[in-house]
Structures are given as C-alpha cells and as structure tokens.
C-alpha cells in the first residue's frame, strides 16, 4: 500500500496518548496569574509614581508591562526547568531563519483579521476607528509596545505554560494536517481566557470574535513554535500581527478623522 493510501484512510481528526489531569491545569492558571498581575500591577506603579508628562503615554505604560512580564515568563521557565527537567521552554534559534520570515507573514495575516473583527463595522461606514491619539510620540510608543507584545505573553503562555503542560498532560491532537501537543489546545483555552476584558469594554459580537481568534492565534503560536523548534517564531508572529493591527487603526483614523 502506497504512502498516500495510507494517508487518506487517517480520520480527519485524531487523538492520542491523552492523558488529562486537573491539578496541572489549575497549577498552569495560577502559574499565568503569578506572571501576568504582579508584572502589569508593577508597570502600573511605576508608570503613577514617572514624570506626569509622561502619563498620557500609555503605550510607554503598556511596553513596561510586556517587559516585566517577559522577565516574569523567564524567571518561570527557569524555575520550571528545576522542577521539571524534561520541559522544553524551546529557548533556541529556529531550525531554519526562513521560519522568522514565514512567521512574519503569519502575523501580516493575522492583524488583518483583527482588524475586520475589531473594527469592521466602522471600516464598513468609513468611520475613524477610535482609541488611538494622533501625537507622533504617544503613537511610536504604542507601535513600540505592539510589536514587542509577544516578548511578554509568548515567553509565559508557550514557553513556560505549554512547555510545563506538555509534561505534566502529555497527549498530541490532529485536524487534517494540523497537528499540536494537546498542551497546546489547553494553553490556548487559558490564552483566550486571558482575554476576558474585552467583555467589559466592548459590545458582545466584537468580544466573542476576539475570544475566537485569540484561542485560534493560540493554536497557530504553538504550532509555529513546534515546527520551528523555536519560540522566536511565535514572538515574531504575535508582535507582527498586533503591531499590523494597531498601525493600519492610526493610519485610518489618520485619513478619515
């Protein structure tokens, strides 16, 4: 039988080796908190306790956060390679440099995506998407904190939350070709969830779509990182797509304000 007979008898979606805990999900969810809160509270006092001309940058305050973050991810999977020794944190350069490149597109794609689901609406009516101010400083230090976003969030949710799941519940799903640690659909739950105050800020079509596609860009970030064998990929690709997203907002509001 042919490799490709063998291929088209494979059910469209598969599961194996599954093995599903409780106590390491509620271990990663509080592992996600430690990073995250103490990180963000700490920007915010810094940023209250600056120079008042800089309190209306709040994209400085935003990359304060990424960066205390990223270094709270770190401290993590140094931790974790202690009390887990077989985790992989995947701190490596990427198998091929190209990877960098395709996951750049990857992020392109994605912050278009966002911005339909974001602001379709308004785009539809030719309505300045709000949010964003027009001051050239204050604009450079959002893009700044875009692009530099999956420094913090990647080093946490793949690095350090999938490289402990996969450990502690080891198990690989499939769809088609698609194929990713159950770890990864896990952490890609958590990921999504992370992003629950969307609920409290924007109408409710807008905040289920950005649930949906962050727990989809969850599944993607892991996958790139699996291929690549690298967590740079998943970096590039989540910065490229917030920094695409928030750069094509200003330049709209730009032309239609």
Request: neutral net charge; proline residues 5%; glycine residues 10%.
């Amino acid at each position: 039988m042919t490799p490709s007979h063998l291929a088209s008898d494979r059910p469209f979606f598969e599961a194996h080796g599954v093995r599903l805990r409780l106590w390491p999900l509620v271990v990663a969810a509080l592992a996600m908190q430690a990073c995250l809160v103490p990180a963000r509270e700490a920007a915010r006092w810094l940023f209250r306790s600056g120079p008042e001309s800089l309190h209306d940058h709040v994209g400085l305050f935003v990359f304060l956060a990424i960066v205390l973050q990223g270094a709270s991810g770190l401290l993590g999977i140094v931790l974790m390679r202690r009390l887990l020794p077989a985790a992989d944190a995947h701190l490596r350069r990427p198998v091929r440099a190209a990877w960098l490149g395709q996951a750049a597109l990857i992020g392109l794609a994605m912050g278009l995506i966002m911005l339909v689901v974001d602001y379709g609406g308004s785009i539809v009516a030719r309505q300045a998407p709000g949010g964003y101010s027009h001051d050239p400083a204050i604009a450079a230090g959002w893009l700044l904190a875009m692009i530099t976003t999956g420094l913090g969030e990647e080093t946490i949710f793949r690095g350090l939350l999938v490289g402990m799941l996969v450990v502690l519940c080891p198990g690989r799903v499939r769809v088609g070709g698609f194929e990713i640690p159950v770890a990864g659909v896990l952490v890609a739950l958590l990921f999504s969830a992370a992003h629950y105050d969307s609920f409290l800020h924007d109408p409710l079509a807008q905040a289920v779509g950005q649930q949906l596609y962050a727990f989809v860009w969850g599944l993607i970030y892991v996958w790139l990182m699996e291929r690549s064998r690298s967590l740079a990929a998943p970096i590039v690709a989540h910065g490229v797509g917030n920094f695409t997203e928030v750069a094509l907002v200003m330049i709209l509001n730009s032309q239609w304000a």
